[in-house]
């Protein structure tokens, strides 16, 4: 039975050994992010050992340990060779035994799927996860559907199911951001952290995915999902908002979603 989702950003930096020797610091904008992060994926955990995470699969060719389905299972392993360091992670288990029994880490597994095997290992290294990788481009219906369907599956399982979602907002709100600066950006994106913030799925359903790409927003496909995943509920769901900033000229949303109680409040199903 799913029970709740966390929202969490997607960027290397959560990862300390990434950041060398200042990547311990309790101090800044990476500590804070890393901080919300961690407490909502605690939250995902106290509710539910089984996850499923959420990510949207990489626009070029090549999705690692992916299948044709977008599916990465939970005996996936892989390493952040590629951002700098071999730190290597997995959705499942001891990372370090099965890497010395002979299970190779796989440099291509994607990053959605490597940030939730971090958080696991931070958080609950008893939990398993599996992935699934929603299409860059898919349209607001088939996301919808994605997180309808999900929704579908995991209420039918008859231990509590936590679903955790990693994607980013607009990459162009600063000059310094990784796709530059995009004068139109700021405006979508508070449109977004509203809808996000207020578990709008509306809202969220909604959103322009042309504008979406035009300035960036990696995750929208993602953000439509987690709408759809509460679509089949008679109200919007309680949204406990951790994080909403930009420090790097990329949107950060950090939030724990859950069911509201019938009665509890009044929203529309998209």
Request: hydrophobic residues 50%; aromatic residues 4%; proline residues 6%.
């Given at each position: 039975?799913?029970?709740?989702?966390?929202?969490?950003?997607?960027p290397?930096?959560l990862?300390?050994?990434?950041?060398?020797?200042?990547?311990?610091?309790v101090e800044?904008?990476v500590?804070?992010?890393?901080?919300?992060?961690?407490?909502?994926?605690?939250?995902?955990a106290?509710?539910?050992?089984?996850w499923v995470?959420?990510?949207?699969?990489?626009?070029e060719?090549?999705?690692?340990?992916?299948?044709?389905?977008?599916?990465?299972?939970?005996?996936?392993?892989?390493?952040?060779?590629g951002?700098?360091?071999?730190?290597?992670?997995?959705?499942a288990?001891?990372v370090?035994?099965?890497?010395?029994?002979?299970?190779?880490?796989?440099?291509?597994?994607p990053?959605?799927?490597?940030i939730?095997?971090?958080l696991?290992?931070?958080?609950?290294?008893?939990a398993?996860a599996?992935c699934?990788?929603?299409?860059?481009?898919?349209?607001?219906d088939?996301s919808?559907t994605?997180?309808?369907?999900?929704?579908?599956?995991?209420?039918a399982v008859n231990?509590?199911?936590g679903v955790?979602?990693?994607?980013?907002?607009?990459?162009?709100?600063?000059?310094?951001a990784?796709?530059y600066?995009?004068?139109?950006a700021?405006?979508?994106?508070?449109?977004?952290?509203?809808a996000?913030?207020?578990?709008?799925?509306?809202?969220?359903?909604g959103?322009?995915?042309?504008l979406?790409?035009?300035v960036?927003?990696?995750g929208?496909?993602?953000f439509?999902?987690?709408?759809g995943?509460?679509?089949?509920?008679a109200?919007?769901?309680?949204?406990?908002?951790?994080y909403?900033?930009?420090?790097?000229?990329?949107?950060?949303?950090?939030?724990?979603?859950?069911?509201?109680?019938l009665?509890?409040?009044?929203?529309?199903?998209p």
């Amino acid at each position: 039975m799913f029970c709740v989702a966390s929202l969490v950003p997607s960027p290397p930096v959560l990862v300390p050994e990434l950041q060398g020797a200042a990547g311990a610091s309790v101090e800044g904008a990476v500590a804070e992010l890393r901080a919300a992060v961690l407490a909502a994926v605690r939250e995902l955990a106290a509710r539910a050992s089984r996850w499923v995470v959420l990510g949207v699969a990489e626009s070029e060719a090549g999705s690692g340990a992916a299948d044709s389905g977008g599916v990465i299972g939970a005996d996936a392993v892989g390493t952040f060779r590629g951002y700098g360091v071999d730190r290597q992670v997995g959705l499942a288990g001891a990372v370090a035994e099965r890497v010395t029994a002979g299970l190779v880490a796989d440099p291509m597994l994607p990053l959605p799927a490597l940030i939730a095997g971090w958080l696991r290992e931070q958080v609950a290294p008893d939990a398993i996860a599996e992935c699934r990788l929603i299409p860059a481009d898919a349209g607001a219906d088939q996301s919808l559907t994605f997180g309808r369907e999900l929704r579908a599956e995991l209420d039918a399982v008859n231990e509590p199911v936590g679903v955790l979602v990693v994607a980013d907002g607009a990459a162009t709100l600063s000059l310094k951001a990784p796709r530059y600066l995009d004068e139109r950006a700021e405006g979508v994106q508070e449109t977004i952290d509203r809808a996000l913030s207020a578990g709008d799925r509306q809202g969220l359903a909604g959103l322009d995915t042309t504008l979406c790409a035009e300035v960036e927003v990696e995750g929208r496909p993602a953000f439509q999902a987690l709408a759809g995943l509460f679509a089949a509920d008679a109200v919007d769901p309680e949204v406990e908002t951790r994080y909403a900033a930009a420090p790097f000229g990329v949107a950060y949303h950090v939030s724990v979603w859950r069911p509201r109680a019938l009665g509890a409040g009044n929203g529309a199903t998209p």
